[in-house]
Structures are given as C-alpha cells and as structure tokens.
C-alpha cells in the first residue's frame, strides 16, 4: 500500500489481492493513516489490484461507514474489470463513486 494527501483526501493505492488474509492489515493501516493524517475522504486507486473477493467488499463498507460519519466520501478509481463485476454485482456503487481516474475523481471534488 502506498498512501499521499491531496487536500482532504487520502489516496491509497493498493497491490496485490485484497482477501480475508490481506484485508484485516489493510484496514488495519488505512484507518490508521485516515487517522494521522486527518483526513476527510479517501480515494482507492485500484490499478494493481489481481485478484478481489467478498473480504474487500466487506473492507470497501468499513471505510464507507467511518468516512460518511466524518461527513467524507469514498471513491474507487483504475479498477479492473474482473474485480468491477464483484462489485457491480455487490451494490457498493450505490455507496461510492467509481471514477476513471485520479483526474476524474478530483474534478468532481471541485
């Protein structure tokens, strides 16, 4: 994972497979930096992300509940088409944006 600021948002990228293995640590350091660094809504950047099950889904309306108390947003960009089924199919849209890009996501900040 690899995090960085911009604005309120924080932006974290994430690797890998996000399963019931991974998920606890990454939930674990995401609401951790959320935290530290105050911010107010996070964006996903889902670009090298191979494999997804239901334990991201679960992770995904973790976050979504802790940023919409705070009165923030979270959103979900590059995400690949494998993993866009799962959540397609799991609803979370209805909860989170999906943008095209960085680029995208910021503009619909403004």
């Known amino acids: 994972m690899e995090f960085c600021m911009h604005d309120t948002t924080l ?17 674990e350091t995401v609401d951790r930096e959320y935290q530290k660094r105050r911010a107010k809504n996070i964006l996903f950047d889902f670009s090298n992300i191979v494999f997804m099950d239901s334990s991201g889904i679960g992770l995904l309306m973790g976050r979504y509940r802790n940023v919409s108390i705070c009165g923030g947003y ?3 960009y590059n995400v690949p088409t494998k993993v866009d089924q ?9 909860l989170m944006k999906l943008y095209e890009s960085k680029e995208h996501a910021f503009k619909s900040l403004a």
């Open 86 to 94: 799962i959540l397609n199919i799991s609803g979370i849209y209805k």
């Open 74 to 76: 979270v959103g979900l």
């Open 11 to 27: 932006i974290v990228s994430l690797s890998g497979e996000i399963d019931h293995h991974t998920s606890v640590e990454i939930r």
